[in-house]
């Protein structure tokens, strides 16, 4: 393949890949019912997530959950990157789908013991996961077209990163911690050097047309599912818990919180960043760099703060710990900065307002040291609130109601 083929679009008249979609690439589509149906497995796995962190409150229990909602993101982000593309209604995609959706399920039963006893079924599904699809999407590609470069590209990084999650699978624990961290080095890597080989150099993002509705809609359905085990968590915590006046106090408070951070997103930023990868002269590098990276603490942010809700429910009357408190105030805090990198991603600008917001989410922390979880709470959803009233007073004076958000 010559060198001017690897920093260049895929000509129109290339032969697409098999099972591609209808009038792909770059064609309006929606999201079908196999990929919301596929999306189930990982409301799973956040739940898991979540519990993971609420068991062991610490650092350390951070770093784990950290490496491990990365890797269950990078598995749907790559089969949300490849359903842009292949139709889902095609019987080997639903076929492969489906193989995919029984790998990530062994992947998320194995998450609150990834580190120790069941290590070796987590990194054997993910690695599976990684392969077989990035396997099968370079082998229905034509020889010599740009897409069987790139999916095998991506195959052999995946490869690569596998071997590391293997060899920390198969090893004494002490040692598996750096390998994994290797392997997620790889990962990360990946995209950012677009998948660069030696002697071969990189791509484009140029080559990757996507269609910017169903890739938006794809990533604000996750956002939906991990505010969607907030709320499964807020009632499962209640449900086994004695009502009284301070803890359904609790419950709509950690509501309210979950419906705010709800707003934050939908209300404005889901339709701007749809719209700015719309006009996007580069399409690709925006989705990598928006969805594909900078999603990652949005999501965080609403697991962190989905660990706080429990502990709210759990605890209305009491103080928190350190651990509780980062989980009740930093949870929002991270997911505004999410907010503020996505603004930056677009604009190369940050919100005044959301960085207000943010700041202010931290005396939050220091006054719950000397207050009960309920009254922290309270000034949690004060902030949140606030900012939305500010946003929304300011969008009513503006021609464009959100440029002042993202």
């Known amino acids: 393949m010559s060198a001017e083929s690897l920093t260049s ?19 309006e589509q929606r999201t079908t019912w196999l990929e919301l149906f596929f999306d189930l497995v990982f409301v799973f796995a956040v739940t898991q997530l979540s519990h993971l962190l609420l068991n062991e409150l610490n650092w350390t229990g951070a770093g784990k959950t950290a490496v491990l909602l990365f890797v269950a993101w990078w598995a749907w982000n790559y089969t949300t990157w490849m359903t842009n593309w292949f139709d889902p209604d095609a019987t ?44 099968f999407a370079t082998a229905v590609s034509p020889p010599g077209s740009s897409w069987r470069d790139n999916f095998g590209r991506i195959l052999i990084w995946s490869v690569a990163s596998g071997v590391l999650w293997i060899a920390g699978a198969v090893v004494p624990e002490g040692a598996r911690v750096g390998l994994w961290l290797a392997a997620l080095a790889v990962e990360v890597a990946g995209p950012l ?12 993002t140029l080559r990757w047309p996507i269609d910017p509705g169903h890739f938006a809609e794809r990533f604000q359905l996750f956002v939906i599912i991990a505010l969607g085990e907030s709320i ?24 309210a919180i979950s419906a705010a951070l709800w707003w934050l997103y939908f209300n404005t930023v889901a339709r701007i960043i749809g719209g700015g ?35 709210l429910i759990a605890h209305p009357g009491q103080g928190l710990s350190a651990g509780g ?14 907010h503020l990198l996505l603004r930056f991603t677009f604009t190369h600008q ?26 922290t709470a309270a000034l949690v959803l004060a902030v949140l609130v606030g900012l939305i009233a500010v946003e929304a007073r300011r969008s009513r004076t503006r021609a464009d109601p959100a440029a002042s958000v993202i």
Do not use: K
Request: hydrophobic share 55%; glycine share 10%; with cysteine.
């Open 9 to 27: 679009p895929p000509p129109v008249a290339e032969a697409l890949p098999r099972h591609f979609r209808p009038g792909a690439p770059g064609g």
């Open 92 to 135: 080997p995609v639903r076929l492969l789908l489906l193989a995919l959706m029984l790998a990530a399920l062994l992947m998320s039963i194995a998450i609150p013991q990834a580190f120790g006893a069941r290590a070796a079924l987590f990194a054997g599904a993910y690695v599976g996961v990684q392969v077989l699809r990035n396997g």
């Open 232 to 255: 499964v968590v807020t009632g499962a915590t209640a449900s086994a818990l004695h009502m009284d006046a301070a803890r359904v106090t609790a419950i709509a408070v950690a509501f």
């Open 277 to 311: 990868l719309a006009a996007s002269d580069d399409p690709g590098r925006v989705a990598r760099d928006a969805f594909t990276y900078v999603h990652i603490p949005i999501v965080a942010g609403i697991i962190l703060s989905a660990v706080g809700d429990e502990l």
């Open 350 to 375: 940050i919100s005044p307002t959301r960085s207000t917001a943010t700041l202010a989410l931290l005396p939050c922390a220091l006054l719950g040291i000397v207050l009960p979880a309920l009254a």
């Open 193 to 204: 050097t677009m998948f660069w080989l030696p002697g071969v150099g990189s791509t484009t």
């Open 325 to 338: 408190l980062v989980a009740l105030c930093g949870g929002p805090a991270l997911y505004l900065i999410g």
